[in-house]
């Protein structure tokens, strides 16, 4: 438990990351390749033929959540569930998984990039989470939703994040009260990069998840924690 003074304690639910490229033809054969190359390295031990094409995927573990790989058309998802996984293993994921797939097929660009972050927080000093949103976010008492005529409790908020040079992610941030847990706030980050990254730039794209991870892991609980003082 924390004070009003410190950044809340925090635990990932999931990460997932979207690489966007333009439409390709690849069989399910060369993905069950890319599957047999990476599966040692990257933990997948499952794959699953899909309508879009296919599905990797590790045995999901209380200690490990699951790692999930998607592949479609226009898109190649990865995804992290369950316990938490870092910014570093995610990306030597992703990097394997592309090292392996453009060998098969011609994927020079990745035109478009969404990163979906989400995170529970404990309430800054243990309070119920909508009534410190009202309290803190807002400055709201009973008092100021007399006009409506009767009881009211703030649910959450959202926050935009425009780039503040060219090449930083937007930052869509939604901060709610965890129906789950009471004394919890849910974080949903979604950051997305809407400029072309060629393929073979796989240090540029690990940049910018460590970037986004910043905003998610360190800028947003001190935001919360200054609220509170």
């Known amino acids: ?7 809340p304690d925090s635990s990932t639910l999931g990460v997932s990351i979207d690489l966007i490229h333009l439409p390709i033809q690849i069989s399910a054969e060369q993905l069950r390749d890319v599957y047999m190359e990476v599966s040692g390295t990257c933990g997948y031990e499952n794959f699953t033929k899909t309508a879009m094409g296919a599905r990797l995927e590790s045995s999901p573990t209380p200690e490990s959540g699951i790692s999930r790989v998607t592949f479609a058309k226009d898109r190649v998802q990865f995804e992290e569930q369950g316990a938490g996984t870092g910014t570093d293993v995610f990306f030597r994921r992703i990097e ?6 453009k060998q098969r097929v011609n994927i020079p660009m990745i035109v478009a990039r969404t990163r979906n972050h989400r995170t529970l927080l404990q309430v800054p000093g243990g309070g119920e989470a909508s009534r410190w949103l009202s309290e803190h976010a ?4 009973g008092e100021d939703f007399n006009a409506i005529g009767r009881p ?12 503040q040079v060219q090449g930083e992610a937007h930052h869509l941030v939604r901060i709610e009260a965890w129906l789950k847990a009471p004394r919890s706030l849910f974080i949903e980050d979604v950051a997305t990069w809407r400029f072309p990254l060629p393929i073979d730039q796989m240090e ?5 998840l460590r970037a986004a991870e910043q905003v998610t892991a360190v800028g947003i609980p001190a935001w919360i924690a200054s609220l509170g003082r």
């Open 1 to 7: 438990m924390t004070d009003s003074m410190s950044a």
């Open 96 to 101: 394997e998984v592309l090292r392996s797939l």
């Open 138 to 141: 807002f400055n709201f008492d």
């Open 152 to 163: 009211a409790t703030v649910s959450g908020l959202r926050l935009q994040l425009p780039p």
């Open 204 to 208: 540029k794209l690990g940049q910018d």
